[in-house]
């Protein structure tokens, strides 16, 4: 994740140097070498990194307020940042530059020096650029946040990578122009086959393969996932045959031009009945089996979209504070399992279904969860109880607490969403977002607590 050198013969770093807010050209260290030397271990650093640190300087010397000397100061909030940063041969202003363009991303960061207390959920963003603080989303827990496009007054992709400097993302389809804008962001992606694509590629392991061709292979470093399909079985008559071959033949285009360490999910609607979460069961079993069988073959996580949001809405039995994470007293013990909040509770109900179908300890992705903040008087639509929801699920995920059936596992879990969409339906439907589609927040949340 880091790039570090020293000038030769010399591993030292100056502590004026490493307080100095200004730094010329003249203490940019010109020679390299191709690892660094912490007391006793030594760390290979990608040459590739090395490289692009060096691109990054020079395009922000021509651009920053003096062309030789860029107005940075790199201020780490937590001690043992601070300690791994000052480590022999490493130069902060290198480490500032990698979070600044997302190159770095802290799982990686961690990876480097366990040693000294870096773990993967610390947050790296206790730093100023140009004298700007920095409000982007730099956290180093699991999840992502979904980024929809169906508005006519929302940033191009420049401007949305700009802004979220995030490590996981999932888009809605793999459109060419987003996908370029996120080479050499460090973001990671999941790209979706949308639902009126699902047909022609179920159709031949030709459209299929040139599918992957076209919006997969050209961006094969950050792409971690694609998701066939939308809630498919919610609006398609519950047909999953076309679902399935499409999932197949995606698949089989990765393994054909060794892609496969890419996976291929589908994200399903919240349907599972039954109360309490024990009792789960899936309405078409059948169809839910075809489907879990082949994520089990390839080796992939089943994506479920959950809401407790509705749940909240229709039903006045729902406890506020039981809905949003807050503490509560209105608990559901369920075979010695103490629910305490309803996310937790509709996620175990989904894995019971699952169970009960012959898939048990099944792999979770949550592939979307939120909460509207406008567009209707019905209960829970405000900005405090959206506010409230999302702060407090980052803090459940960071936790790595799980689920009481499944403890101290985690679920990559991505917020629903980025922006606010105009085009969406009108209500709730257009004021799920984080932010205005003038990247102003539309409240303020936590992403790295």
């Known amino acids: 994740?880091?790039?570090?050198?020293?000038?030769?013969?010399?591993?030292?770093?100056?502590?004026?140097?490493?307080?100095?807010?200004?730094?010329?050209?003249?203490?940019?260290?010109?020679?390299?070498?191709?690892?660094?030397?912490?007391?006793?271990?030594?760390?290979?650093?990608?040459?590739?990194?090395?490289?692009?640190?060096?691109?990054?300087?020079?395009?922000?010397?021509?651009?920053?307020?003096?062309?030789?000397?860029?107005?940075?100061?790199?201020?780490?909030?937590?001690?043992?940042?601070?300690?791994?940063?000052?480590?022999?041969?490493?130069?902060?202003?290198?480490?500032?530059?990698?979070?600044?363009?997302?190159?770095?991303?802290?799982?990686?960061?961690?990876?480097?020096?366990?040693?000294?207390?870096?773990?993967?959920?610390?947050?790296?963003?206790?730093?100023?650029?140009?004298?700007?603080?920095?409000?982007?989303?730099?956290?180093?827990?699991?999840?992502?946040?979904?980024?929809?496009?169906?508005?006519?007054?929302?940033?191009?992709?420049?401007?949305?990578?700009?802004?979220?400097?995030?490590?996981?993302?999932?888009?809605?389809?793999?459109?060419l122009k987003m996908l370029t804008a996120f080479k050499g962001s460090g973001i990671k992606v999941t790209v979706a086959v949308p639902n009126d694509a699902v047909a022609t590629v179920a159709s031949s392991q030709q459209e299929a393969d040139r599918w992957v061709r076209t919006h997969v292979k050209p961006f094969v470093s950050f792409i971690d996932r694609i998701a066939v399909g939308n809630e498919w079985l919610h609006g398609h008559k519950r047909d999953v045959s076309p679902l399935v071959l499409a999932m197949q033949n995606i698949h089989r285009s990765l393994v054909k031009l060794s892609l496969s360490k890419i996976k291929v999910t589908t994200p399903h609607a919240f349907d599972a009945i039954g109360f309490p979460p024990s009792k789960g069961r899936f309405p078409y079993p059948a169809d839910m089996k075809r489907i879990l069988n082949l994520l089990q073959t390839t080796k992939s996580a089943f994506t479920l979209n959950v809401y407790p949001f509705f749940a909240y809405k229709v039903n006045a039995n729902v406890n506020r504070e039981y809905a949003v994470f807050n503490p509560n007293s209105n608990h559901v013990i369920d075979m010695g399992r103490r629910y305490t909040n309803l996310f937790d509770a509709q996620v175990d109900t989904h894995r019971s279904a699952m169970a009960a179908i012959g898939y048990p300890d099944f792999p979770l992705v949550i592939g979307e969860t939120g909460w509207p903040s406008a567009g209707s008087n019905a209960r829970g639509v405000n900005i405090q109880d959206a506010q409230t929801y999302n702060n407090n699920l980052v803090k459940h995920e960071l936790s790595s607490e799980g689920t009481p059936m499944r403890r101290n596992v985690r679920m990559p879990t991505y917020i629903f969403a980025l922006f606010n969409e105009n085009l969406k339906g009108g209500g709730i439907e257009n004021n799920w977002g984080l932010y205005h589609p003038n990247m102003t927040p539309v409240y303020s949340i936590n992403l790295s607590v």
Not at 8 to 18: C, D, K, L, V, Y
Request: aromatic share 6%; net charge positive; glycine share 8%.
């Open 1 to 175: 994740m880091v790039s570090a050198h020293s000038e030769t013969g010399s591993e030292t770093e100056s502590e004026t140097e490493w307080q100095s807010p200004h730094l010329t050209a003249a203490a940019w260290p010109s020679s390299r070498q191709s690892h660094v030397t912490s007391r006793s271990k030594s760390f290979a650093i990608p040459r590739r990194i090395d490289k692009r640190l060096n691109q990054l300087f020079d395009d922000l010397r021509r651009t920053r307020h003096s062309p030789e000397t860029p107005q940075m100061s790199y201020k780490p909030t937590d001690a043992s940042t601070r300690q791994w940063c000052r480590l022999r041969s490493l130069n902060w202003l290198r480490i500032c530059l990698l979070i600044e363009r997302g190159v770095l991303d802290t799982g990686e960061l961690s990876v480097v020096d366990h040693r000294h207390g870096y773990r993967e959920r610390d947050c790296a963003c206790g730093y100023s650029f140009g004298g700007r603080r920095c409000t982007r989303f730099h956290c180093g827990c699991n999840g992502g946040i979904n980024v929809g496009r169906v508005g006519d007054n929302l940033p191009g992709p420049g401007r949305i990578v700009e802004l979220l400097q995030r490590r996981k993302v999932r888009i809605y389809d793999a459109d």
